[in-house]
């Protein structure tokens, strides 16, 4: 990361700390209080003037009970995500790998585009406890297994299930299949 690069992200987490906080009609006193890190310290986060740690980060998302990434959200009445374009996540046999769409620090949502490799079985971890997860096939076919019970969604289809349970997306085809996933926590 360039130096203007690493300047840019301390301005936008102390940006979007001060916006979260502000939501929460929480003081700095407060702040301080919820999460373990000084008064003082959280104000020069928000000016920008000192490179927070990771440690002090999670506390801070922890304290106030948001995603770590939603720290590091830039506010837009806009946002556009490409695909192929940003931050891209593989998964240990490069099966699977998921983008994330858009990050939002005032809600519970996620959501982003995955994509599962030919003739590939992916079984994700259990999610958060009263986790919904919403899927749309949006190339290809896959099959969802939820618990024990099997869906084949074809193009354009879409399931919604719980996820804090066993599942599982299985791709019997020679070609890539694209979803995109809404994960809903707490619902």
């Known amino acids: 990361m360039a130096m203007d ?17 502000k939501e ?44 770590l990434l939603a720290l590091f959200s830039e506010e837009s009445n806009v946002s556009l995500s490409r695909a192929g374009e940003g931050l891209r996540i593989t998964g240990d046999q490069k099966t699977w790998s998921v983008e994330p769409i858009f990050q939002h620090a005032s809600n519970d949502t996620e959501m982003c585009r995955a994509y599962l490799q030919p003739n590939c079985t992916y079984q994700p971890e259990e999610h958060h406890h009263n986790t919904t997860e919403i899927v749309t096939v949006m190339t290809g076919a896959v099959t969802i297994k939820v618990n024990e019970e099997t869906y084949l969604l074809n193009q354009y289809d879409s399931i919604s299930f719980r996820a804090d349970g066993t599942h599982a997306y299985i791709n019997n085809t ?4 694209v979803l995109h996933i809404l994960l809903k926590y707490g619902v």
């Open 174 to 177: 020679n070609d890539v299949a």
């Open 5 to 21: 690069d690493s300047k840019q992200v301390v301005l936008q987490v102390g940006t979007a700390l001060k916006k979260v906080r």
């Open 24 to 67: 929460k009609q929480l003081s700095l006193e407060d702040l301080a209080g919820i999460t373990g890190v000084s008064k003082l310290t959280l104000g020069n986060i928000e000016r920008g003037e000192t490179n927070p740690t990771l440690g002090m980060l999670w506390k801070i998302s922890k304290g106030l009970s948001i995603p």
